[in-house]
């Protein structure tokens, strides 16, 4: 089905590409193919180039497909690049998102009564990382700007859509069930050697495996 | 609870908002989140706050307001049940709001920390992409709302910064400014003095010109026609 | 000779280079690997890979080791670039766009005085991409065009109408950095590490350990 041709600039384009590329935008590069054929051809081109490639991925990303390189080179390219582990998000910051992401839209006044935090300066730096940006303003008194993820959110966590992150049930459900994760507790082990997988290449129980 | 000041000081954490070390006494203690001892965890809390300001660290307003739900909640529980509600259904558990709120943060807090798995992975994959057509690439950004507000505001602070140094720098005299409106006048046999507004200039220029228009009238080079008081002012040529 | 993790990691390295990678640089990542072995593993890495790929090459330029696309490609390459979303500024593009949003109608003069730069280039840029439009004369001296934002531009920036364009004001508490509302501890954890520049109290030490 897929021709040996038309793998090599799938891939080929895919390779100088700096965002996701889109359904849309391959359309538009292969105006003779027609869409079904289209996704079947990059369905197939996905399987086939991870059966045979161990350095990089390809995915889909943020509604479009991408090539990145696999997390288990991480620190091997770190040492290359000579870069220190990119700067991540705080706690704070992620908690913040967590309720833009899963309450979409949102007003600051709402995620300052869910978080029971005052205090703005983490979405200024959502909104700087382009993580959030606002949606319009909500119908009620005052019309106060309302807030959503962006593509890049999709981007930074590595999701194709919104419906790929968990339901908030499925957290409670952890709750009920007393699976009890101490968030906050105080004999917890020294962060450095635990929660990043810097130390050792080792990755979070959940690496998303690729499709 | 202990007051031995040594003691708190191994247990001293930062928490971000009052939910969180409301958390943070429940799930130390391995409470029931449905069967809050209010009580004890008000006492706890307070004390909490009570250490926070013996080591003078400011306490944030919203933990002086959970401070005050918390001692509510503990009132009420503490009242014997309403008579007069006794005979309809059951009153309300006045925990029953908290923990709901205690429970959806905590859903949220194991969000982000979904996120923060994901983030990990992410940041250890590094996209691809090539230079070769790098040449296409300028320096650019992909522009959301809030680059447009913070560009204006960056704008506006600026210009602030402007507008005080101008007042030190310039001088301007009489001379000059008569120059410049007989030269206007040539292209232009009228015109308005909000015209001299609209382009940004000190309050001394404005004087000047302003001194400047009276000397024409004198002259008799130009008439000034104005409607009525504050409206706009002509300016006609003779 | 050449191992399956080798040939991947010094693939993955090459992957995210942005210049040939030098063999010193190679000797730098792989610190164990004898020189002589190291080129004879970049040399058959090199030709395993491109017996594998038909869309991109592994060569030697200036010096060092770079994939390229194949030449063949170059011109569906090219299509593929003129895809991409033109929604990028130039930062100057951006201020002025500012200036025209908040201010409009304006007029060229009014906007080099607010931003106290000279030059139309950014005007016609706007102008280009549809972002601004003109709206006749201003009655004044001279009669110079007045500009303002179009349709396109609500468009863009996910606005319904320019009422929903936020105000400075509304933006203020955001733009005041450092608001330090949050309780912290002199004596809080050697978290220092992992906290990122917000400064908003980032806390890693409180999440949960995957396993």
């Not at chain 1, 041709?5 to 590069?29: C, H, N, S």
């Not at chain 2, 009580?39 to 002086?64: C, H, P, R, W």
Request: net charge negative; glycine share 4%.
């Amino acid at each position: 089905m897929l021709s040996k041709e038309t793998y090599d600039q799938i891939i080929a384009i895919l390779f100088v590409a700096r965002e996701p590329v889109t359904l849309r935008q391959f359309q538009e590069v292969f105006p003779a193919l027609p869409e079904l054929e289209l996704v079947q051809n990059l369905s197939e081109c996905m399987s086939e180039f991870n059966s045979l490639q161990g350095a990089v991925q390809l995915r889909q990303i943020a509604g479009g497909y991408r090539i990145t390189t696999r997390p288990e080179h991480h620190e091997l390219i770190r040492e290359y690049l000579k870069t220190r582990a990119s700067a991540k998000l705080s706690l704070a910051a992620l908690e913040t998102l967590a309720v833009i992401a899963y309450r979409q839209p949102i007003t600051l006044p709402e995620i300052m009564d869910i978080r029971s935090v005052r205090g703005t300066s983490t979405i200024r730096t959502l909104l700087e990382k382009k993580l959030i940006e606002t949606r319009g303003r909500k119908k009620e008194v005052g019309r106060p700007i309302l807030y959503g993820t962006t593509q890049e959110f999709l981007v930074h966590f590595g999701l194709n859509d919104l419906s790929e992150l968990p339901t908030l049930e499925e957290f409670a459900e952890i709750f009920e069930t007393g699976d009890t994760l101490h968030l906050s507790a105080p004999e917890s082990p020294p962060v450095s050697s635990h929660t990043t997988p810097d130390g050792d290449g080792s990755l979070p129980a959940n690496v998303p495996s690729p499709e | 609870m202990n007051s031995d000041p040594e003691t708190y000081k191994v247990r001293l954490e930062i928490f971000e908002g009052p939910l969180d070390l409301l958390l943070h006494l429940i799930r130390q203690q391995e409470i029931d989140i449905h069967d809050i001892p209010i009580a004890k965890i008000t006492d706890q809390y307070l004390n909490y706050l009570q250490m926070m300001k013996d080591l003078n660290i400011s306490v944030a307003g919203e933990f002086l307001h959970m401070a005050a739900t918390l001692i509510y909640i503990k009132s009420r529980t503490l009242l014997p049940p309403d008579p007069v509600a006794s005979g309809q259904e059951e009153s309300e558990d006045p925990r029953r709001e908290l923990v709901e709120q205690l429970i959806e943060h905590e859903k949220f807090k194991k969000a982000a920390h979904m996120l923060y798995e994901k983030e990990t992975v992410e940041l250890a994959s590094w996209p691809t992409g090539l230079n070769e057509f790098e040449e296409e690439e300028k320096e650019t950004v992909v522009v959301t709302l809030f680059d447009l507000v913070s560009a204006f505001h960056r704008i506006v602070e600026r210009y602030k910064e402007q507008v005080v140094m101008d007042v030190h720098h310039e001088s301007v005299t009489l001379e000059e400014k008569l120059a410049e409106i007989r030269c206007l006048l040539k292209v232009q046999a009228q015109f308005f003095f909000s015209f001299f507004l609209q382009h940004r200039i000190s309050r001394l220029h404005l004087v000047v010109t302003f001194l400047a228009l009276l000397e024409l009238v004198r002259l008799k080079e130009v008439r000034l026609f104005q409607k009525a008081p504050h409206d706009d002012i002509r300016i006609v040529a003779c």
